[in-house]
């Protein structure tokens, strides 16, 4: 059943503070591209996930809230039956193919477009006409705020307008940009592009997969969020660190299932497997401490213990390139993760939430990502704790890890002063004035409105 995906909304309905000058400058970079103007404009916001990291494509629910910053993607139909890419910053090549060419060969920023434009297109397989689409970005890039699947997200929104497919509802397209994002060779789990499409303004979302389904969260009205950047870029399909991790959750709950009397062929990710015992993530925390080691295991032990040959092993692994496997450690963060993600929205639902001990499951996820999945640097542990000194109840790195942001929860109404002495701390060292980095590499943030139609002014 269709929602109000497909309705336009006006600037303020959007965002706390429109910027009707970016929507004129999109505009006008799309006339002088193309030689028309749009016939359409979308977005699709970026994301901080408050708590809930790497555990999405185990299966167990996350507790994100999509953010202000956003990918907007102006459009119209072109000629010849070419797609053709551009984006409002010189520094981005502008990219075309015909639209029966289209498929994702190397990784460029353009590629996360052609993932959103073949999920819609693999759906209909039907004619599309040429198609011209202008980008722009407020959504940092590799930072672990999501910019590239908030990117799958808008040109798939983009392509479904170009095909007039309005029957999609938002559930339904965030997942078949989850799905269509691993052209892009990423095995994510879906919170991205759910949060995406499918975030409010002012509420967190709490989100379950299989089948997608999301719970507005109200966080306490008493605190802030705010990111800070490392500086330090990561993308998540740059090398096979985010992939080694999945095929490690991926072989840990079927090594367990089988420890447990279970047939692993039928045990895809660890909330499956709680769901085939009866399990609470506390019972799955003790099951990991119990049956895995704290030793990397060997492919040879995992085919012995699960009785596969090397072909099959090499299946459930897909893109990763691990010859040992860290199943211990993975999994216990993912089942301490999960119970962790519980109490919080738990802790939320009370009428008076004790944001002092909110801020310490935050802390605690962020000390898990570093001892337990390794997924942390040092500039990464330098800034929560610098974070966590100046007064975050809580502070942890946000996203895939390896660089990128990080999230505080903060006092409400301490955001701007907190900013500063993290500012003085840290950006300060590096030659950066407070204005060049407030308001893109540091600043506060509160849950947004998901992916849309943006309804433009032609004077805009």
């Known amino acids: 059943m269709a929602d109000d995906l497909f309705v336009p909304k006006s600037l303020p309905e959007i965002y706390d503070k429109p910027d009707e000058a970016r929507f004129k400058s999109l505009r006008e970079a799309f006339k002088a591209k193309f030689g028309s103007d749009p016939s359409f404009v979308v977005r699709a916001p970026g ?3 408050i708590i809930g990291e790497h555990v999405d494509y185990c299966g167990f629910p996350v507790l994100p809230m999509a953010i202000q910053q956003d990918i907007v993607v102006a459009g119209g139909q072109g000629n010849a039956r070419q797609l053709n890419i551009a984006n409002v910053n010189p520094d981005y090549d502008s990219y075309s193919v015909r639209v029966n060419d289209v498929a994702v060969r190397e990784v460029k920023w353009y590629s996360y477009v052609l993932a959103g434009f073949l999920g819609i297109a693999e759906r209909v397989n039907t004619y599309c006409p040429g198609l011209n689409l202008m980008v722009d970005g407020a959504v940092p890039v590799s930072a672990g705020l999501s910019s590239s699947s908030a990117l799958v997200c808008a040109s798939a929104l983009a392509t479904a307008l170009a095909f007039n497919l309005r029957d999609l509802n938002r559930a ?5 940009c989850a799905r269509a994002e691993r052209h892009v ?3 994510g789990g879906g919170m991205d592009q759910a949060i995406s499409f499918l975030g ?8 379950n997969f299989n089948p997608l389904k999301c719970k507005a969260v109200q966080l306490p009205r008493g605190v802030g969020f705010v990111v800070a950047n490392t500086l330090v870029n990561k993308w998540k399909a740059d090398g096979t660190d985010f992939n080694n991790r999945v095929a490690d959750c991926r072989l840990g709950c079927r090594v367990l299932a089988r420890k447990l009397g279970l047939e692993w062929g039928g045990i895809a990710t660890y909330h499956q497997l709680t769901q085939e015992k009866a399990m609470t993530p506390a019972d799955l925390v003790a099951a990991v401490k119990e049956h895995l080691h704290e030793e990397p295991y060997s492919e040879q032990e995992v085919r012995d213990v699960l009785g596969c040959d090397a072909q099959e092993l090499k299946v459930i692994i897909g893109k990763s390139n691990n010859t040992e496997f860290h199943l211990y450690r993975r999994g216990l963060h993912v089942s301490e993760e999960a119970a962790r993600v519980a109490l919080f929205h738990e802790m939320c639902s009370a009428s008076n939430p004790d944001v002092e001990h909110l801020g310490r499951l935050i802390n605690s996820s962020h000390y898990s990502l570093r001892d337990l999945y390794d997924v942390s640097i040092e500039e990464l542990d330098r800034l929560t704790q610098l974070c966590r000194d100046v007064g975050a109840l809580g502070s942890r790195l946000v996203g895939a890890g390896f660089g990128g942001c990080t999230i505080s929860m903060v006092k409400r109404g301490t955001e701007e002063s907190f900013m500063k002495e993290v500012y003085a701390g840290y950006y300060q060292e590096k030659g950066l004035e407070y204005e060049d980095v407030a308001g893109t590499a540091l600043f506060s943030t ?4 998901g992916a849309g139609v943006v309804a433009i002014a032609k004077d805009a």
């Not at 339904?172 to 078949?176: K, N, P, S």
């Open 185 to 187: 060779g990423t095995q």
């Open 172 to 176: 339904e397209i965030a997942e078949l």
């Open 200 to 207: 409010v303004r002012d509420l967190a979302q709490l989100i």
């Open 47 to 49: 994301r901080v996930n």
């Open 446 to 449: 509160s849950a947004a409105s």
